[in-house]
């Protein structure tokens, strides 16, 4: 199983941001027939942690794993416990689609979008993710958490002077503030058409 933890914003902040990106050079030109890989809004998410392939017996430990670092994250939020592997801060955690930027050059080009708001709190829940997946000797990606949210993998597709009109557009976005309430383990099926299948979830 392809596994990976997010964290999903609601439906007016993607509705936002999809409007957002429907005007921006990648917007215009996938509605003129280009495939500039736009991300599928329905799909839309903060990854939190990229476990990879883990083999279905193995799935009792991560909902385990997930579920203590949920648990110790909202100790933590409130004030009570966990204050040793860091608390989220009181308060629920509120984040906002904002800014956004380029990764990558030529054909490995991605755009995102950059997420603000409660951005310390939302990093502590990723380390303790990572912190009961290592404990738990469940494999995850080591890469240090950049919270962010990938719109679009247009590569070389569209001219790199369209990418950094997009770029600077971005610079300027400013979606709707919202909570981050729930951790989900995701499931993904790779391919043209990527699916996706929530296995569980927790309050956080």
């Known amino acids: ?28 030109a996938s509605a003129a027939g280009t495939n500039v890989r736009l991300a599928d809004p329905a799909h839309a998410h903060l990854t939190l942690a990229f476990l990879g392939d883990v083999e279905e017996s193995r799935l009792v430990d991560v909902e385990s794993a997930l579920g ?6 909202r100790q933590g939020r409130l004030g009570r416990e966990g204050r040793d592997a860091g608390d989220g801060g009181e308060g629920p955690l509120r984040l906002r689609l904002s800014g956004g930027g380029s990764f990558g050059r030529g ?6 979008v950059d997420v603000r708001g409660d951005i310390d ?70 391919g043209p058409k990527p699916t996706y299948d929530r296995l569980a979830a927790w309050p956080i």
């Not at 990976?4 to 005007?23: C, E, I, K, N, S």
């Not at 203590?68 to 994250?73: D, I, K, R, V």
């Not at 054909?107 to 995102?112: C, E, Q």
């Not at 009961?132 to 000797?137: D, F, I, N, S």
């Open 1 to 28: 199983m392809r596994l990976f933890v997010a964290v999903y914003p609601p439906r007016p902040a993607v509705d936002d941001l999809t409007a957002q990106v429907a005007r921006l050079r990648i917007g215009v």
């Open 68 to 73: 203590l670092a949920a648990e110790t994250y």
């Open 107 to 112: 054909r490995f080009t991605v755009l995102w």
């Open 121 to 190: 709190a939302l990093a502590t829940l990723a380390r303790l993710i990572r912190i009961r997946l290592r404990r738990a000797r469940l494999p995850y990606d080591e890469k240090p958490f950049r919270a962010h949210l990938t719109i679009a993998r247009p590569g070389d597709r569209i001219d790199r002077a369209d990418i950094l009109a997009d770029r600077e557009a971005l610079h300027d976005y400013a979606g709707p503030e919202w909570t981050a309430d729930e951790l989900v383990l995701v499931r993904s099926h790779p």
